[in-house]
């Protein structure tokens, strides 16, 4: 059956975003049948996800996640979806869908503090660390490199930006030992 992806504008621009949800998805077989909403919003970076608040009395059965693409045109902070080369859109994509399954996972009051532990540093990169690990598990490891890739010598963000990113996320070089003993994956 799939992801049911719901009440956006994704389905108006399907050759622009829903191809790398699709190939994405495939890398989480577990998630299928869970509703993921996908909305256009202004965010500080390119692509985040955050569970519905209905998470807190609904059962876990139940959940709905949004996945935001950046659309803040003027005072845009990370980079735009529609830059990144298909490979670079599949990985951060299956990053962002790393986060859901790491949801699916935990109980309502983990969910909450790892919306805490999101405000400070040192939990925000360990959090980071893992979920770019399952996706990298999941094969999605090249195209996690050409997004990380791509932002530190390709994009033209800011140096805040790119510095944000280098101390929250793996760096290519973690990206690529990771890869390269997962052999079995790859």
């Known amino acids: 059956m799939g992801n049911e992806y719901y009440e956006s504008d994704i389905e108006n621009s399907a050759d622009k975003y829903l191809l790398p949800f699709q190939i994405a998805s495939k890398y989480y077989p577990e998630l299928n049948g869970v509703k993921i909403g996908i909305a256009f919003k202004s965010i500080k970076t390119s692509m985040a996800v955050r569970p519905t608040l209905s998470f807190l009395y609904k059962p876990k059965n139940q959940r709905k996640y949004y996945i935001f693409i950046n659309n803040g045109h003027k005072k845009i902070k990370g980079v735009r979806f529609e830059e990144l080369s298909l490979n670079a859109q599949v990985g951060l994509v299956g990053h962002e869908l790393a986060h859901i399954v790491d949801y699916e996972n935990k109980s309502k009051l983990k969910i909450v503090k790892t919306g805490i532990g999101y405000l400070f540093k040192n939990p925000k990169k360990r959090l980071e660390s893992e979920i770019d690990y ?32 280098k101390d929250i996320y793996f760096s290519s070089g973690e990206i690529f030992f990771f890869i390269y003993n997962l052999k079995g994956i790859y």
Not at 139 to 146: A, F, P
């Open 134 to 165: 399952i996706a990298i598990e999941r094969g999605l490891g090249w195209q996690i490199y050409d997004f990380y890739n791509y932002i530190q010598n390709s994009s033209e963000c800011s140096n805040k930006y790119k510095k944000f990113k």
